[in-house]
Structures are given as structure tokens and as C-alpha cells.
């Protein structure tokens, strides 16, 4: 399976390299002016962190140095430097900050009945050489008492159930209220191209590639449909849903253009849970860059009933689902039914109930990704902005004027010189990093940009007050 961090990466590459689907509002005239959009941050959904993680009121997180990251990378990429010592550091409700304790994680940080559970990897010697090795660990909130799994990283949490990869498709979960691990699939079970989609409190939900060895297929280079499956905490599977090569060339893309130009299989690309609903669009990558080549979306019911197609075809893998309780909508990239030609703004596909005039969505120009539905604009002005639910509320995290006092400017003439990173909110809290970047020659490949890392600066905005300070930097 897929490394969940590795995923990141390469969203952030194709994000960089292509215009991907990001939900703005529809400009009312002037530059700035979104709607609908709030100020109102009190009914700001929870969101699901990976950074910041809170128990008993208090919100706990690493402190990172700048021998923790790597000195430079491709498309402003930085990973974590095996084996570094980091502080735990802890912010209680009234905004002070003390340091409690040491680990040498990275990634994933999250705590689940007063452990932290997060991934190591550092180098090990094995047989006289040196590997890198991953692995899952618990420790005390001061980074004492460790323990070690078999697991090598974490995808998810939910609830009391931490759902690790271990390996060669392998699959397993710690019960986060005894700490014990179980395996879902072992290696020599696990199916070919397993790849992890999202998770629940009941079921795990996974693709995998079937090879299909009827004639139409041999002159594929990626004979392979792909399923939708699941299992359950107790190791039961079921499939959900097959979508076939046939059918994605015949009514996606042009035959002529999968076998000349297609260098992967068919993939689940974007996955989404909506109450009884599970979305996803199903698509390949052509190039060394592996630009989506255009997919197909679709709707299963979670006990695998009803599938059924509802975008022939979306230039874009991603999309956003609207629901107001009366009218449940679906934003995606389209062609014009009649001149076949790419549509500017995003399209309606109606679900449930009628369409929506009071939210409009479209392409974004010069976006950076953090997270599914959130954004950095670097159009004139640096400001974090969510959509983080399915309503159609656009909240403004912080504002243009707010950058501007701190001195934050992702893009100067078009070219990208600091990136904002790192957001998540908790408790009333905004965190997010600035980084310095400066391009380089060396990290970079050919039309791929590389940058050496500069300073680093960690935030923290007070939602209620608005105050922001520097938490640290490196």
C-alpha cells in the first residue's frame, strides 16, 4: 500500500504542476470579495489533524528543529530527517506553552486514551548494512513508557482504532484502549495494488487491481480493472464495486491515447464517505509527471447496492460534494455536451433535489494544497481559507491584512518564494508554518523545480481574539 505521507507528496507535485480542482466561491466584483464566505469561526466543524492533537483540554505537538528537516527537495518537498531527537511541547487552554517531554517520531501525531500514537523510521543495521526502517509506536504524553509494533505506518484514526499499513499490502489496527495490534490482512492475503481509500469506526475501505485476462485486454499496457472493497475490524471482506479498463476506454478516454500515452492502471484517485455514500472518481496518469489523464466518478452505497456512474467524464480526480439537507450536489470539472471542449468553470451534477445558485465553485489560479478543502491563494493575496464540510461556507482562517503584518508573500512575480504549510486548527486554535524558499539548481530535475529550505516560522492564531504570535522557528 501507499504511504499515506508519500501520497501527500505526490499531491503536492501534481498540484504544483497542473491547475487541480480547488473550491472558490463565485467573485462578487471585486478581487477579494468571496460569498458566500464567514468571519463567523463559531461554527467551524472539527477537523481531523495529523499534527496537533489534544487531550483533557490541552493540545499537544512536536517541536521541530532545523536538524529534524532536510536542507532542500523537489517542489519545495522537505522530509524529516531519520532518527532526531524532537521536544513535546504542550498548550494549555490559557495559551501557555511548556515543553513536557522528548520522542524521535515523525508525521503522524495523534492521541488516542492519553498515549500518543505515532511513526519512527530511522537507519538500522542489518546484516552489516544500514536500512531505513519504519515502524508504529505509543509512548506517555512525555515520551516515556514506549511501545514499539509491527506496523510500519499509520493511515488513520477512528475513534479507539488506529489503522496501520505494515508492509507488502499488509494491513492491521491498534485497539487504542489496550493498545494491542491486530491484523486485518497479512501479507500472504493481501490483494495486488492495494491501495488505502479512508476508514470508519466499522469498516476499512480499500482498492485493488484484478488482471483480466479475456482477449480484449492484451493489448492494454495496464490489463487491470479495479475494485472497491472492504473489511471489517474482524478481518471479514466483501467487494463493493468493480469499474472495468473496458468501460474507462471506452466512454472515458480514447482508446489511441491509453495504449500510446497511459503508463498506469486504472486507480480510485479521490475517495469520499457521505453518510450511507461512498464517492470516488476512478482515473489513470500518463507521463514521467503522472498528470491525471481524466476519470470517472461514481456512487456505491456502503453495503456495495446501487452503483452507479455519475460523471462520464472529469478532467480533474478531485471534487466537492455539497448538501444542505435539501440539495445534495456534486462540483467536478466537465466537457461542453456539445463541442466536446473543456468547460471554464466548474459544473453542477444534481444528486438530490435542484441546483444551487448561492455557491459557485471553479478553478483556483496559483494554489498550494495543505489539505481537502483548504487553500493558500496566492492571487494578490496570502489568505487561509476552508471549506471544511459540505455546506458551502467558505471560513476565513486569516485574512490578506493578516499576512501582509506578518510579512508573508508565497509568489513574487510569479515566482514562488515562501510556501505555507502545516494548517490545521484545534480548540480555537489556527496553526500553519511559514517557510523561506530559495530556488536551487540541485534539488531540482529537469522542468521540475527544486528549492533549498529557509527559515521556518510556526504559528498560532487565537480564533476568538485574533491574536497571532510565533510559537518558534528554525
Known sequence: MWKKYNGRIAAVCVLILMLCMTIFPADSGTEHDFAPVSYDLTNLPPMENEMYAE???NIYYRQYSDEDMEDGGLWAYFGSVPGTEKEIMCMKPDGSVTQVGMDYGCNEFY????????????????????????????????????????????????????????????????????????????????????????????????SKL???????????????????????????TKDLATVTMQEY?????????????????????????????????????NGTAHVYSGGMIYRVKKDGSGLTRLVK??????????????????????????????????QQVILQGKAVDDIVVRDADQ???DQPHSYVNADGADEILFYPDTSGVCYVLLTSEESEALGIRTHVDWDMVQQIGDI???????????????????YSMGWRDGYERGRSVCYCKDLESGEIRALYEY
Open 55 to 57: 487531550w483533557e483540554g
Open 111 to 206: 492521541i488516542v486514551n492519553g498515549r500518543i500514537y505515532s511513526s519512527a523510521y530511522g537507519w538500522t543495521d542489518d546484516e552489516g548494512r544500514e536500512v531505513i526502517h519504519d515502524g508504529v509506536y505509543s509512548c506517555a504524553l512525555d515520551g516515556s513508557d514506549v511501545r514499539e509494533y509491527d506496523s510500519s505506518w499509520i493511515y488513520d484514526v477512528r475513534g479507539d482504532k488506529i489503522v496501520c499499513a505494515m508492509g507488502d499490502n499488509a494491513l492491521a489496527w491498534i485497539d487504542g484502549r489496550d493498545g494491542e495490534e491486530h491484523i486485518l490482512l497479512p501479507k500472504n492475503d493481501a490483494y495486488h495494488g492495494s491501495v488505502y481509500l479512508g476508514a470508519t469506526e466499522e469498516a476499512v475501505f480499500l
Open 210 to 236: 484484478v488482471r483480466n485476462e479475456s482477449e480484449e485486454y492484451e493489448e492494454y499496457l495496464q490489463p487491470y480493472d479495479v475494485t472497491l472493497y472492504f473489511v471489517d475490524y474482524q478481518g471479514n
Open 249 to 285: 476506454t471506452e466512454d472515458c478516454v480514447s482508446e489511441e491515447f491509453l495504449v500510446n500515452v497511459n503508463q498506469s492502471p486504472l486507480f480510485i484517485s479521490y475517495f469520499q464517505i457521505m453518510e450511507n455514500d461512498l464517492y470516488f472518481s476512478v482515473g489513470t496518469t
Open 313 to 346: 467524464e472529469s478532467l480533474t480526480e478531485s471534487f466537492y460534494l455539497y448538501d444542505n439537507g435539501a440539495n445534495r450536489v456534486l462540483f467536478c470539472r466537465m466537457p461542453d455536451q456539445r463541442t466536446g471542449e473543456w468547460q471554464d468553470e466548474m
Open 367 to 369: 494554489t498550494y494544497f
Open 424 to 442: 490545521e486548527y484545534l480548540n480555537g486554535k489556527l496553526f500553519f508554518t511559514v517557510t523561506d524558499l530559495t530556488y536551487s539548481k540541485e
